[in-house]
């Protein structure tokens, strides 16, 4: 991926990004339930591992999803802690979203 940064527009990064996570992302948005988790681990993805610019990444993905701006940048938040400590990610599976939020 190319190095972006803040000033860069979303047209062009958008161009730079996976169409099928795009795609994914958008029809995620829509459903409304646990994929919370999917939303932030490829936002996580895309500004970790792809060295995207944070604040961009996040209002793609909050158009793309259909949620805030604030919301992804906390689904992101709560991806990468729980990226950082995947044993408590496991451990506690089949909890709801809500409580590893929490």
């Given at each position: 991926?190319?190095?972006?940064?803040?000033?860069?527009?979303?047209?062009?990064?958008?161009?730079?990004?996976?169409?099928?996570?795009?795609?994914?992302?958008?029809?995620?948005?829509?459903?409304?339930?646990?994929?919370?988790?999917?939303?932030?681990?490829?936002?996580?993805?895309?500004?970790?591992?792809?060295?995207?610019?944070?604040?961009?990444?996040?209002?793609?993905?909050?158009k793309l999803t259909?949620?805030?701006?604030?919301?992804?940048?906390?689904?992101?938040?709560?991806?990468?802690?729980?990226?950082?400590?995947?044993?408590?990610?496991?451990?506690?599976?089949?909890?709801?979203?809500?409580?590893?939020?929490?």
């Open positions: 991926m190319t190095n972006f940064d803040e000033t860069t527009p979303l047209e062009d990064i958008l161009k730079a990004l996976p169409q099928d996570e795009i795609d994914e992302l958008s029809a995620l948005g829509d459903t409304r339930d646990d994929t919370r988790w999917r939303i932030g681990d490829i936002t996580r993805r895309w500004i970790d591992d792809g060295r995207m610019p944070v604040n961009q990444t996040c209002k793609i993905v909050a259909d949620y805030g701006h604030e919301r992804i940048r906390q689904l992101l938040y709560n991806s990468r802690y729980y990226y950082e400590h995947p044993e408590l990610r496991d451990r506690y599976l089949n909890l709801r979203y809500s409580i590893f939020e929490y």
